[in-house]
């Protein structure tokens, strides 16, 4: 059956994160994604860099039935491993040997906010504990700056994501960063994006 799932926002900005990562991943080794959601992201992208193993991972069953249809959908069921079942804050995190072996880059789009502030705590650990050398932990959503909302469009939706969970929210950019370094990881690049988005890019200090 097709158990595809649909995010409104996965069409709108693929592409311009799809340039960043031309310029950010390594050209090969594999990629994890943390909370893939619905997988569009996931296949889009294992398609834009197949000299890269794309692996999804989410703790929602739901959201793991999705990628799994999309992947069989477009066909990569012998170039793309099944979603795993991570969960970003139970430590250690479940990989295999043979995606921590092989493990160039986390790729982390659209979470933080919608999680409370430990995951954020979690998503710095794991990477800290699983990516080696200069291997880039990849963050993108949209954020505060210096405790303030960068438009009025990200003001409503934050305000609408605490009335869902008063846990969630925008992250503020600069706590983000202070709390990357408490993990001896430090912020190499912020990059504007569509939509009052920002892209961060983290390597071990």
Not at 64 to 93: A, F, Q
Not at 147 to 174: A, C, R
Request: hydrophobic share 40%; glycine share 6%; net charge neutral.
């Amino acid at each position: 059956m097709d158990y595809r799932l649909f995010f409104s926002a996965t069409k709108r900005n693929r592409n311009p994160i799809r340039e960043i990562l031309t310029k950010n991943l390594p050209e090969k080794g594999t990629v994890l994604e943390i909370a893939s959601g619905s997988g569009e992201h996931a296949v889009f992208f294992q398609k834009c860099f197949p000299g890269n193993v794309w692996q999804s991972s989410d703790p929602d069953h739901s959201h793991r039935r999705s990628i799994h249809s999309w992947i069989n959908y477009e066909g990569l069921l012998e170039k793309m491993p099944l979603p795993i079942d991570l969960d970003v804050e139970k430590d250690p995190w479940p990989l295999p040997i043979s995606i921590l072996d092989n493990l160039c880059a986390i790729v982390c789009i659209n979470m933080l906010h919608v999680a409370p502030w430990s995951a954020t705590q979690s998503l710095f650990n794991g990477a800290l504990n699983t990516l080696k050398g200069n291997s880039p932990l990849i963050i993108y959503g949209p954020f505060k700056n210096n405790g303030q909302h960068i438009s009025q469009s990200n003001e409503v939706f934050d305000k609408s994501l605490k009335e869902i969970n008063s846990s969630w929210g925008l992250k503020n950019l600069q706590d983000v960063n202070q709390l990357a370094e408490e993990f001896h990881i430090g912020i190499n690049k912020i990059i504007e994006m569509p939509a009052n988005n920002l892209v961060l890019i983290y390597t071990k200090l």
